[in-house]
């Protein structure tokens, strides 16, 4: 008996004692994991889903977290001013063997289904408003600044700021170091920390 799963976006033809590089699951070594979007089970009887087949489910076992090939990709604009850019990528991976395939009573088995961890960039929106609500609470309340009066620093600088709690140039002039790396929405310059600064005096 076979099946046809999908998990990260790829469909995969398995069989028990099969062994699968899938994309990153959330799940240690060693622990069992069910992959419940079955497309098609095979067999004597084969079963096609609509899109999924109901109840069915693929049982593995996690091997361990790997990491894919080494992928290089190089830019080069061949121009007066070329530039050539080269960026190495290699992909985030679980080794799984598959253990048992279930035709039905999937939901019932008990083992936590198979789901893909969520990439570092997914992690940083929960962090920001916490963020932007420190940056607010330390900086000194006052009145909004049109900060592009500051060199460097556009109507979309400005508003990156503004969104991070800093719309004066005293909120401005009185961020620490530690609160300028804090801000992610916008790399604040230096120089616009002493423009800041100057302005605030008046």
């Given at each position: 008996?076979?099946?046809?799963?999908k998990?990260?976006g790829?469909?995969?033809k398995?069989?028990a004692?099969?062994?699968?590089?899938?994309?990153?699951l959330?799940a240690?070594?060693?622990?069992?994991?069910?992959?419940n979007?079955?497309?098609m089970l095979?067999?004597d009887?084969?079963?096609?889903g609509?899109?999924?087949v109901?109840g069915?489910?693929?049982?593995?076992?996690v091997?361990?977290?790997v990491k894919?090939?080494?992928?290089?990709k190089?830019?080069?604009r061949?121009r007066?001013h070329?530039?050539?850019?080269?960026?190495?990528h290699?992909?985030?991976l679980?080794?799984?063997?598959i253990?048992?395939i279930?035709?039905?009573g999937a939901?019932?088995?008990?083992?936590?289904?198979?789901?893909?961890s969520?990439?570092?960039?997914?992690?940083?929106?929960?962090?920001k408003?916490?963020?932007?609500?420190?940056?607010?609470?330390?900086a000194?309340a006052?009145?909004?600044?049109?900060l592009t009066?500051?060199?460097?620093?556009g109507?979309a600088a400005?508003?990156?700021?503004?969104?991070a709690?800093i719309?004066?140039?005293?909120?401005l002039?009185?961020?620490?170091d530690?609160?300028i790396?804090?801000i992610?929405?916008?790399?604040v310059?230096?120089?616009w920390?002493?423009?800041a600064k100057e302005?605030a005096?008046g």
């Amino acid at each position: 008996m076979f099946a046809v799963l999908k998990t990260g976006g790829k469909q995969y033809k398995v069989q028990a004692g099969d062994v699968l590089r899938v994309e990153k699951l959330a799940a240690d070594a060693g622990e069992k994991v069910q992959f419940n979007d079955v497309l098609m089970l095979g067999g004597d009887a084969p079963v096609v889903g609509a899109p999924f087949v109901e109840g069915a489910g693929v049982q593995a076992e996690v091997i361990e977290q790997v990491k894919g090939d080494k992928v290089i990709k190089f830019v080069k604009r061949r121009r007066k001013h070329s530039s050539k850019r080269t960026v190495g990528h290699r992909q985030k991976l679980t080794l799984v063997k598959i253990t048992d395939i279930l035709a039905s009573g999937a939901e019932k088995s008990g083992i936590k289904a198979a789901t893909g961890s969520a990439p570092a960039g997914d992690a940083a929106p929960a962090a920001k408003p916490a963020k932007k609500a420190e940056a607010k609470a330390e900086a000194p309340a006052a009145a909004a600044d049109d900060l592009t009066a500051l060199t460097g620093v556009g109507p979309a600088a400005a508003k990156k700021l503004a969104e991070a709690g800093i719309e004066s140039f005293a909120a401005l002039a009185a961020l620490s170091d530690e609160q300028i790396a804090a801000i992610e929405t916008v790399k604040v310059k230096p120089e616009w920390v002493e423009q800041a600064k100057e302005l605030a005096k008046g």
